[in-house]
């Protein structure tokens, strides 16, 4: 008896370190913008003060968020102690009061312990950046590494193991396994890659620019598709200096092989 | 002789008059110099007490509201919802004709979402940006899907598409949200028929580009500079206009020393290779969150006489910003809000002056708030009054100024804030007949909430427009005179087009609540709170018969 009160105890009031640091988290995190507004007092996403939630439903809502809404899941964003504490944070708005709360004025250069974007090994994380690079015509564009990027060209941890050198050479020796000539009826002809064929429908992504697109047709509308072996690869040494093909390398090794 | 005369002066007039729809509401904003005038006048001051419902459609999805402004050809409605649903519909009836529902991923997870506000529809097709940063476009007839293309990674980016996209010839030229997330902004143009891309136009140069000495270090690689909203076009001109929005992070500007060239600014573009023809930027250095990034309204004025081609642009500081669009030269600017406190005003060279910065850790009031002097739901400019009709927000804000690191992909505010009441007079909103030029007031409307619908004007003299409690109705574009309430159910946020089919006049309204403002509005109105979400479209018409 005595214990089930303690314990209930230690479920309802979690030490006020954690809460103050739930709530300098949330400050920075859940309040910004449109979203739950200082304090959870209402905004885009709804009104978390005075409210009262299922601990259990707050956990796995900070963790992957809600499907088909704004609300995203922090479990790669945010460390499970700050998770934690956030959660214990809202918890404890369950008794504030629904009046307006001062605004929560952060110290400067205080902010919350956030994981970095990217938390493989240092000599990877150029690669990494260069491969992903939003100022360019960056490799993600077309491959998928790591859980990013689009999968629309061949996996590259095939050729993880290669040198700079190397990768350059099976970048432009991939070009003709899948590389297709699309003909439509209308005399138009691109270099293309099969995506999906169903019903009476084909979907080619068409290459001629960067970014690939994804073109659907009738399937009378295509009226062949042949091996294309003269389709070149982008001459990535015009995208990336030799550094960064290094760089790069290391990277995909990195998320290949984990080494 | 005097024939030729008049067929000229025909012409002339038919090429000044371009702004106006009749049937149709082909484009965004009417026509593509964004006007939301339309030329039809069966509805009009002496009979638009008798409109009446004609059909209703529901989008069968509430959440995120309905904001989008439908498209109307040869009678038949090209309606985006919410979720990046499209729905065509016959004009006449409500009958559906095709639906098309993009497959957004499971997560979205980011702030710019659900709502769309927009397709574009040209040459057969239909287009549309995605929630997850995509591009799509479908067959006008079957609505069946033709091509598909991501602009950028949602995720790396921190932004997509909710903005609807503005054909020019052969182009799609499509804006990015993302504004208030470590983001470099973009206008990007694919080919209409098959979805390549054609050219991107950063809107913070990079190393070596003219502008990019008004960034400090590596702050323009997260400067935001979003384009969230639809441009216009010029033919005659052959220019693509945009307004550029806020920098990032939104209130903390020390990482970020520089005009942080072209946040707020007006572009004008080349469409074959989205080349800077000029800008002009309304906001060096915002550190309020004052995008420019509203619609760019093109008109034909006198200025001291002398007639000229002008732009207007209303930005969220509460500014309407002139300049002439052959070149960008400054002509005015004018408050469409009380309560400014951001700036002391804008002298005769448009210089911002009196700058009221929150200086970081310390609570500061600003006025008005992060949800502006006006919202971004449109104005409507009428060429029979000449004057340019616009909403406007009396409201305040308490910010506190964090510094901030960039995170790739993530919000971006350097701040936090809280809603105020107004300083000066009640808080709410109010509907406005301005003379565009000068920016003197005709009439004003009162409204105890925001209003947060675009405005249609016609040449009926009416304009049309909404407010958060649902009620649709009618001013007397002359005196402001309330001539006719619908209640809709729900509150208006989206944006009233009218259009004929075979010479009977329509008015439609998207109605329903749900954005991220209906979200903010309860820090000032508690009762806001409980206001219905809702996502229908209405049409009205005169009864059968009414003279």
């Known amino acids: 008896m005595i214990l089930a009160a303690a314990l209930m105890m230690a479920q309802s009031a979690a030490a006020p370190a954690t809460i103050a640091r739930g709530e300098t988290i949330f400050a920075q995190t859940c309040s910004v913008g449109y979203c739950h507004g200082a304090a959870g007092t209402a905004a885009r996403g709804p009104r978390l003060r005075g409210r009262t939630f299922p601990r259990e439903y707050l956990d796995r809502v900070v963790a992957d968020g809600i499907p088909n809404s704004a609300m995203p899941g922090w479990k790669d964003r945010l460390k499970p102690d700050d998770m934690r504490a956030v959660v214990e944070y809202v918890v404890s708005l369950a008794t504030a009061t629904e009046a307006a709360p001062p605004a929560n004025p952060m110290p400067p250069g205080v902010g919350p312990a956030t994981l970095p974007n990217f938390n493989g090994p240092r000599l990877a994380e150029r690669g990494h950046s260069a491969f992903f690079d939003a100022t360019r015509d960056n490799c993600g564009i077309c491959h998928a590494m790591g859980g990013r990027g689009n999968a629309i060209g061949p996996d590259l941890a095939k050729i993880a193991e290669k040198s700079p050198r190397d990768v350059v050479a099976a970048v432009g020796s991939v070009k003709a396994q899948h590389v297709l000539t699309a003909t439509l009826a209308d005399g138009e002809t691109f270099p293309a890659l099969q995506f999906a064929q169903n019903g009476g429908q084909i979907q080619l992504f068409d290459l001629t620019v960067i970014p690939p697109v994804l073109r659907t047709f009738n399937r009378a509308e295509v009226t062949s598709l042949r091996a294309n072996p003269s389709w070149a690869h982008r001459d990535v040494a015009k995208i990336y200096t030799a550094a960064e093909l290094g760089d790069i390398a290391v990277y995909l090794r990195w998320a290949a092989t984990g080494k | 002789m005097k024939l030729l005369a008049g067929g000229f002066i025909c012409a002339a007039l038919a090429l000044a008059q371009t702004g106006e729809t009749r049937a149709d509401w082909p484009h965004y904003g009417g026509q593509q110099s964004a006007w939301r005038y339309s030329a039809l006048d069966q509805i009009n001051r002496s009979n638009v007490s008798k409109l009446s419902a004609a059909w209703a459609f529901q989008t069968g999805k509430i959440d995120g509201g309905l904001q989008s402004t439908p498209i109307v050809v040869d009678g038949v409605m090209y309606l985006a919802a919410a979720w990046n649903r499209v729905f065509a519909l016959d004009a006449v009836t409500g009958a559906p004709l095709w639906h098309y529902f993009y497959q957004n991923p499971r997560e979205i997870g980011i702030l710019y979402s659900p709502w769309n506000r927009g397709v574009a529809v040209d040459g057969g097709r239909v287009f549309m940006g995605t929630l997850d940063n995509h591009v799509v476009a479908l067959d006008q007839k079957t609505g069946r899907e033709l091509w598909n293309v991501t602009v950028e990674n949602m995720q790396q980016c921190g932004c997509n598409i909710t903005g609807a996209p503005l054909v020019v010839k052969d182009k799609v030229i499509v804006g990015v949200t993302g504004g208030d997330s470590a983001h470099r902004g973009y206008l990007t143009a694919f080919d209409a028929k098959t979805g390549r891309k054609v050219w991107r136009f950063w809107t913070i140069p990079g190393p070596g580009e003219k502008g990019h000495d008004t960034w400090l270090g590596d702050s323009w690689k997260a400067g935001g500079g979003s384009t969230w909203m639809t441009g216009s076009y010029d033919p005659e001109l052959n220019l693509v206009y945009w307004g550029v929005g806020n920098a990032a992070a939104d209130f903390y500007g020390e990482a970020r020393k520089g005009s942080n060239l072209y946040t707020d600014s007006i572009i004008a573009l080349d469409p074959e290779t989205g080349t800077l023809k000029w800008y002009y930027q309304e906001i060096p250095h915002d550190v309020w969150d004052f995008d420019g990034a509203y619609e ?112 790739e992909g993530r919000n971006f505010f350097g701040g936090v804030f809280q809603l105020r009441p107004a300083q000066k007079g009640p808080s709410g909103g109010h509907m406005d007949a301005y003379d565009p030029v000068t920016g003197k007031k005709f009439w004003s409307y009162p409204s105890k909430y925001p209003l947060l619908a675009s405005a249609v004007a016609t040449a009926g003299d009416l304009i049309f427009t909404g407010d958060p409690e649902g009620n649709f109705f009618a001013l007397d574009a002359k005196t402001g005179a309330k001539l006719w309430n619908f209640q809709t159910g729900s509150g208006n946020r989206g944006s009233p087009i009218t259009y004929s089919v075979k010479g009977r006049q329509y008015v439609a309204v998207p109605s329903g609540w749900g954005s991220a403002l209906a979200g903010l509005l309860p820090q000032l109105w508690p009762e806001t709170e409980d206001f219905p979400p809702g996502s229908t479209l209405y049409v009205f018409a005169l009864p059968e018969g009414t003279p």
């Open chain 2, 296 to 407: 760019c309204v093109l008109f034909d004025a006198p200025v001291k006489g002398t007639m000229r081609k002008l732009l207007l642009n209303v930005n969220k500081g509460g500014y309407a910003f002139v300049v002439d669009r052959t070149n960008g030269e400054f002509i005015s600017a004018w408050p469409v809000a009380e309560n400014i406190t951001w700036i002391k005003g804008v002298n005769e060279k448009g210089e911002l002056v009196g700058r009221n910065e929150p200086p970081v850790g310390k609570p500061t009031i600003i006025c008005p708030s992060i949800g502006g002097g006006r919202q971004w739901n449109h104005g409507a400019y009428s060429p029979r009054t000449g004057w340019f009709y616009t909403t406007g927000i009396e409201w305040c804000q308490e910010v506190t100024v964090q510094k901030e690191e960039p995170k």
